[in-house]
């Protein structure tokens, strides 16, 4: 019960109000097609410089969840999930708001949302201390693997081809080579001044995540994407409580699917939601109203994908094996402040740790306050036109960027990244493995280096790396999720090329 | 035999493209010394390049089934957009001034994308707003807030 110690420290003037502007920050930034939380989130991070660590974090997790659940409000209003994680959301969402029940579905969908949130966090309140204390057990070679195991299993997971999700990992992993090498101090790979210093973790994420999204947004050319909002009635929120209390099987399926895939490295929000969505109508009696508004639908999305959250955090305070693209930005916003996650974070940091924590926790309620005022001001803030949309995206990218360090190198590094990734993506390859490379790529690099040495002077290199229960362990579940993704892959493909044959 | 389609040629100029960058990775890992800082480029250089051809191979046998490459019609729409953030980033944040630059770029860009009608007063005016406020929030968070000198050169 350490974290209650620290609940006072959410409620100080400037750490609340950080909490409340991210909140509602959040909200209207979610409900914003085209900025997707990983991009919000990316984009705060220079805004965090000069703030101490844990009220930085605040803002950060703050803005985290609430750009999930804000997606949620232009789903419903304007048939355009605000993130990915709100795909499922529109399926009967929108339909709702179609028949005049919007208001509804914005009450009974932040109310799944703060429900799932809250079950999602105290997850992570209590399996965060007992798995930073079995993470004390790990060596060198298990970090080692544990690092590429967060490559990996992003790589896979979060790809549709296994083999480019691997490679982007792989550049991620090179990537985080070039500059001086710590040991030696030898030159890698600067094959440009700006990269003398290495490449800067926050600059390449914002240019990794932002610049694609702007550059899309160029690609979509001069036309009117101003979608209509449908005009929300009033509804009492009693009413949807009332409702919330009703559809209980459908608000338990969707917080224990968000929770169980939030734990799962690699899988993000939009999954948990289609697969809440679709356990709740496996369940449902009523499963023939799916997808005719049927409120049922919305709680399990939107219970789901916000319980994801509070999880998606667990792998990465302990392991620092981020849960989603998100987290992993996270995990550069907690780089750029000295701290390391794991055992380390709770020992030494735990004001830090738990203010953070906690602070998801409120901020799941104020989520759920606001939302409804807010809800909205965010629909109309989602009829922005993408021509402004992303000069605005644009110009914070650069400005953020430059604030790292005052280096015009670390722009264009920004630059050159998005550039680049907007190429890839079109390709089929994704940003979030080459993100975990190039986050993780130090703390592997860093291991097998101390390994190698250990190694040398005891059994040799491959004893070391690859004997050992928890090596075999790790090297295991490394294999395990290639090959279940390329499985997956390789039947997604077959049943697609059956239903284009019957078509 | 015919020419490959567009969005095949792409798939193979892109992945040869990443190809060559993973066989100058290794390249450059296997034969740059001290060796002891090269160990862990190695290991990396090793998969990327083995993934990069194995990426390679398969474009040029048409067997890529993910990725649909960019149409002409895209392509000709960010073109513009691109040019314009390309010479505001490596050219005229340093050489102009960032606050001046972005303001041209910020205008520019909104001019080339706003879907509005050029030849109404309305819009010009509607994106000179936009423009200003903007530019004012830009100062007030990073010169007034976060204390950010940026590069003022010729102009501000």
Redesign the interface.
């Given at each position: 019960m350490e974290f209650l110690f620290y609940m006072g420290d959410v409620f100080t003037p400037i750490n609340f109000g950080l909490l409340l502007l991210g909140t509602i920050g959040g909200l209207i930034l979610g409900a914003t097609p085209g900025l997707s939380p990983t991009m919000a989130v990316a984009l705060l991070i220079?805004?965090t410089?000069?703030l101490e660590a844990a009220q930085g974090l605040i803002l950060l997790g703050a803005a985290y969840t609430s750009t999930v659940a804000g997606g949620a409000v232009s789903a419903i209003l304007l048939k355009i999930p605000g993130a990915p994680a709100n795909i499922a959301t529109t399926l009967d969402g929108h339909t709702m708001a179609q028949k005049g029940q919007g208001a509804k579905a914005l009450q009974i969908s932040f109310l799944a949302s703060a429900v799932g949130g809250v079950f999602g966090v105290l997850l992570l309140i209590f399996l965060t201390p007992v798995l930073a204390q079995w993470a004390l057990a790990f060596g060198p070679s298990h970090l080692f693997w544990l690092a590429i195991l967060g490559v990996t299993v992003i790589g896979s997971l979060d790809?549709?081809?296994v083999?480019?999700g691997?490679?982007s990992g792989?550049?991620g992993?090179?990537l985080a080579?070039i500059g001086f090498?710590d040991?030696?101090g030898?030159q890698?790979?600067i094959f440009h001044p700006a990269l003398g210093g290495g490449i800067n973790i926050i600059a390449a994420l914002i240019g990794l995540f932002a610049i694609p999204q702007?550059?899309t947004?160029?690609?979509?050319?001069?036309?009117?994407?101003g979608a209509e909002v449908i005009k929300v009635q009033k509804h009492p929120i009693s009413g949807a409580f009332r409702e919330l209390m009703r559809s209980k099987r459908a608000l338990g399926i969707g917080t224990a699917t968000g929770s169980i895939i939030g734990l799962i490295p690699g899988v993000g929000g939009q999954i948990a939601g289609l697969v809440a969505y679709d356990q709740s109508k496996k369940f449902s009696p009523d499963r023939e109203k799916f997808g005719t508004g049927h409120s049922e639908g919305v709680i399990a999305a939107e219970s789901a994908n916000n319980a994801m959250v509070g999880p998606s955090l667990v792998p990465l305070l302990t392991l620092s094996i981020p849960g989603s693209p998100t987290a992993a930005v996270l995990l550069g916003g907690l780089l750029i402040h000295g701290i390391f996650p794991g055992s380390d974070l709770f020992d030494n940091h735990p004001d830090v740790a738990w203010t953070f924590i906690n602070s998801m926790l409120i901020g799941q309620i104020l989520m759920c306050i606001f939302g409804l005022y807010v809800a909205g001001l965010a629909a109309r803030v989602a009829q922005v036109?993408?021509?402004?949309m992303?000069?605005?995206v644009?110009?914070?990218a650069?400005?953020g960027s430059?604030?790292v360090q005052?280096s015009?190198g670390d722009?264009?590094v920004m630059?050159s990244l998005g550039?680049m990734m907007y190429?890839?993506?079109?390709?089929?390859?994704s940003a979030a493995p080459l993100v975990l490379g190039l986050i993780l790529g130090p703390i592997?690099?860093a291991n097998?280096?101390q390994g190698?040495m250990i190694a040398n002077a005891t059994d040799g290199m491959a004893p070391y790396f690859l004997g050992g229960r928890l090596n075999i362990l790790l090297i295991g579940v490394v294999v395990a999720s290639i090959l279940y993704s390329g499985y997956m892959e390789l039947r997604t493909?077959r049943y697609t090329s059956k239903e284009e044959i019957i078509a | 035999m015919s020419a490959p389609s567009l969005p095949r040629l792409q798939h193979i100029v892109g992945s040869g493209i990443v190809a060559a960058v993973g066989v100058v990775v290794a390249y450059i890992s296997y034969t740059q010394q001290p060796s002891e800082a090269f160990l862990f480029p190695r290991l990396i250089a090793t998969v990327f390049v083995v993934l990069a051809l194995w990426t390679f191979a398969k474009a040029c046998l048409g067997w890529t089934k993910v990725g649909n490459g960019i149409s002409g019609r895209q392509f000709a729409n960010l073109l513009p957009g691109l040019v314009v953030a390309l010479i505001y980033i490596f050219w005229a944040a340093k050489g102009v001034g960032f606050y001046t630059a972005t303001t041209i770029a910020f205008f520019i860009l909104l001019s080339l994308y706003d879907p509005a009608p050029h030849m109404a007063l309305k819009s010009w005016v509607k994106r000179i707003i936009i423009t200003a406020g903007f530019m004012a929030v830009m100062y007030g968070l990073f010169a007034k807030l976060l204390n950010v000198y940026t590069p003022r050169e010729v102009f501000f």
């Amino acid at each position: 019960m350490e974290f209650l110690f620290y609940m006072g420290d959410v409620f100080t003037p400037i750490n609340f109000g950080l909490l409340l502007l991210g909140t509602i920050g959040g909200l209207i930034l979610g409900a914003t097609p085209g900025l997707s939380p990983t991009m919000a989130v990316a984009l705060l991070i220079p805004f965090t410089f000069q703030l101490e660590a844990a009220q930085g974090l605040i803002l950060l997790g703050a803005a985290y969840t609430s750009t999930v659940a804000g997606g949620a409000v232009s789903a419903i209003l304007l048939k355009i999930p605000g993130a990915p994680a709100n795909i499922a959301t529109t399926l009967d969402g929108h339909t709702m708001a179609q028949k005049g029940q919007g208001a509804k579905a914005l009450q009974i969908s932040f109310l799944a949302s703060a429900v799932g949130g809250v079950f999602g966090v105290l997850l992570l309140i209590f399996l965060t201390p007992v798995l930073a204390q079995w993470a004390l057990a790990f060596g060198p070679s298990h970090l080692f693997w544990l690092a590429i195991l967060g490559v990996t299993v992003i790589g896979s997971l979060d790809s549709k081809s296994v083999v480019k999700g691997l490679l982007s990992g792989c550049i991620g992993l090179w990537l985080a080579t070039i500059g001086f090498d710590d040991i030696m101090g030898a030159q890698r790979f600067i094959f440009h001044p700006a990269l003398g210093g290495g490449i800067n973790i926050i600059a390449a994420l914002i240019g990794l995540f932002a610049i694609p999204q702007v550059i899309t947004m160029f690609a979509k050319g001069r036309h009117n994407d101003g979608a209509e909002v449908i005009k929300v009635q009033k509804h009492p929120i009693s009413g949807a409580f009332r409702e919330l209390m009703r559809s209980k099987r459908a608000l338990g399926i969707g917080t224990a699917t968000g929770s169980i895939i939030g734990l799962i490295p690699g899988v993000g929000g939009q999954i948990a939601g289609l697969v809440a969505y679709d356990q709740s109508k496996k369940f449902s009696p009523d499963r023939e109203k799916f997808g005719t508004g049927h409120s049922e639908g919305v709680i399990a999305a939107e219970s789901a994908n916000n319980a994801m959250v509070g999880p998606s955090l667990v792998p990465l305070l302990t392991l620092s094996i981020p849960g989603s693209p998100t987290a992993a930005v996270l995990l550069g916003g907690l780089l750029i402040h000295g701290i390391f996650p794991g055992s380390d974070l709770f020992d030494n940091h735990p004001d830090v740790a738990w203010t953070f924590i906690n602070s998801m926790l409120i901020g799941q309620i104020l989520m759920c306050i606001f939302g409804l005022y807010v809800a909205g001001l965010a629909a109309r803030v989602a009829q922005v036109p993408q021509s402004v949309m992303a000069a605005v995206v644009l110009g914070l990218a650069v400005f953020g960027s430059y604030s790292v360090q005052s280096s015009m190198g670390d722009v264009y590094v920004m630059a050159s990244l998005g550039v680049m990734m907007y190429f890839l993506e079109r390709f089929g390859f994704s940003a979030a493995p080459l993100v975990l490379g190039l986050i993780l790529g130090p703390i592997a690099e860093a291991n097998f280096i101390q390994g190698s040495m250990i190694a040398n002077a005891t059994d040799g290199m491959a004893p070391y790396f690859l004997g050992g229960r928890l090596n075999i362990l790790l090297i295991g579940v490394v294999v395990a999720s290639i090959l279940y993704s390329g499985y997956m892959e390789l039947r997604t493909r077959r049943y697609t090329s059956k239903e284009e044959i019957i078509a | 035999m015919s020419a490959p389609s567009l969005p095949r040629l792409q798939h193979i100029v892109g992945s040869g493209i990443v190809a060559a960058v993973g066989v100058v990775v290794a390249y450059i890992s296997y034969t740059q010394q001290p060796s002891e800082a090269f160990l862990f480029p190695r290991l990396i250089a090793t998969v990327f390049v083995v993934l990069a051809l194995w990426t390679f191979a398969k474009a040029c046998l048409g067997w890529t089934k993910v990725g649909n490459g960019i149409s002409g019609r895209q392509f000709a729409n960010l073109l513009p957009g691109l040019v314009v953030a390309l010479i505001y980033i490596f050219w005229a944040a340093k050489g102009v001034g960032f606050y001046t630059a972005t303001t041209i770029a910020f205008f520019i860009l909104l001019s080339l994308y706003d879907p509005a009608p050029h030849m109404a007063l309305k819009s010009w005016v509607k994106r000179i707003i936009i423009t200003a406020g903007f530019m004012a929030v830009m100062y007030g968070l990073f010169a007034k807030l976060l204390n950010v000198y940026t590069p003022r050169e010729v102009f501000f």
